[in-house]
């Protein structure tokens, strides 16, 4: 069911800046905990400052009937996330051969982040999104560009696997 926000800001972003502002500042946060968990390592508010600057170049895209404001701009956030672990990526490959060798097989079952980014990156798209970002199913579906029931098997795949990642064995 929608938000209370979510009906108030459904409709077309307007056309002047302090309009769009008043449009995407409820959904401000979210954009954030998504753009935080989708990139580790990367600057969180470059990205939703990127992600709003490309909403803002395609606010006459955005179509309610489509989804609602938090899916889209979500779905923009997503995309800006991947583009810049892609640009982190040469970096990142770099200073893993100067840093300290770790033993992730004797930590790593209980490790929440190593085993979320054992998952596929469908799955941890989904499991952002609906974990971490409180999205709705019919929200998530609409970030990841799929049905409902892609999510929920989706999510559903995910679980299994961390649940066998994190099962402690005595």
Do not use: N
């Not at 990526?89 to 770790?102: M, N, T």
């Not at 998530?140 to 999510?155: I, N, P, R």
């Not at 795949?157 to 402690?168: G, N, S």
Request: charge should be negative; include cysteine.
């Amino acid at each position: 069911m929608p938000t209370m926000t979510d009906e108030v800001v459904s409709s077309a972003p307007p056309g002047d800046g302090a309009g769009f502002v008043e449009w995407v500042r409820p959904h401000l946060p979210a954009m954030a905990r998504l753009a935080a968990r989708l990139a580790v390592g990367a600057d969180r508010d470059d990205i939703v400052q990127e992600s709003l600057a490309r909403a803002w170049s395609k606010r006459s895209q955005y179509d309610a009937d489509r989804g609602t404001a938090s899916a889209w701009l979500l779905a923009i956030t997503a995309d800006q996330a991947r583009k810049s672990v892609r640009r982190l990526r040469p970096v990142a490959e770099l200073d893993d051969h100067d840093g300290p060798v770790s033993r992730p097989d004797l930590d790593a079952r209980m490790d929440v982040d190593h085993a979320l980014a054992t998952l596929s990156a469908r799955q941890r798209l989904a499991v952002d999104c609906y974990y971490f970002a409180d999205l709705s199913i019919a929200d998530t579906a609409a970030v990841m560009g799929c049905s409902e029931g892609t999510v929920k098997s989706t999510l559903s795949d995910a679980r299994a696997r961390l649940r066998t990642l994190l099962e402690v064995t005595e």
